[in-house]
């Protein structure tokens, strides 16, 4: 009895021990790329809830705007730094930004599309533990460097922020 109770004890802590493993790169990335697309893809009209001389947009309750000017705005989130850049020229069906994103030491690269709108995500790790997360739509992009362990955080609210001004722009 003492053997099979030793034995139940062993594999319940090995058990535990893989349930709560950390999710591998490549889950994280995966799970980011999904969060990116759901956002994107979603058909609920984000609202534009701060403006700019040239724009306006959907913030986040947890940034700050700390600079601004006509093409970009500098976001803040305590010592986490976005930078939002917006080419007014370009459609909201634009694939500048998604082209010249390319990038060899990129670990994530997507592009969605529906009939209105041209998006995408690229992640590319950073130095130490950071990954440079950048996202856009049409002709906002949006970039800031994050862990991986919120890179699927990250990711539905830059998506956000980026649709509010590319969807700004057909009203």
């Known amino acids: ?23 591998t790169e490549e889950d994280v990335l995966q799970d980011t790329k999904e969060a990116a697309m759901n956002t994107f893809e979603d058909e609920e009209t984000i609202e534009a809830n701060h403006e700019i001389d040239s724009f306006s947009f959907y913030l986040p309750n947890d940034l700050e705007v700390v600079e601004e000017d006509v093409f970009n705005v500098i976001l803040e ?14 459609s909201p069906l634009s ?8 990038n060899d030491k990129s670990v994530l690269y997507e592009s969605f ?10 992640v590319v790790p950073g130095d ?5 997360i950048q996202i856009g ?12 362990g919120d890179l699927d955080n990250e990711a539905p609210e830059l ?7 590319a969807e700004s722009e057909k009203k």
């Open 1 to 23: 009895m003492n053997y099979i109770t030793s034995m139940a004890s062993v594999a319940f802590i090995l058990l535990f021990i893989v349930g709560c493993s950390p999710q």
């Open 77 to 90: 989130d305590g010592d986490q730094t976005y930078i939002v850049f917006y080419n007014n020229l370009e």
């Open 95 to 102: 694939e500048l930004h998604y082209n010249s994103a390319k």
């Open 113 to 122: 599309k529906d009939g209105e709108k041209f998006g995408y995500i690229r």
């Open 128 to 132: 130490d533990e950071d990954y440079e």
């Open 137 to 148: 739509v049409g002709g906002v992009k949006i970039t800031t460097y994050t862990t991986l």
């Open 159 to 165: 998506m956000k922020i980026a649709r509010s001004i």
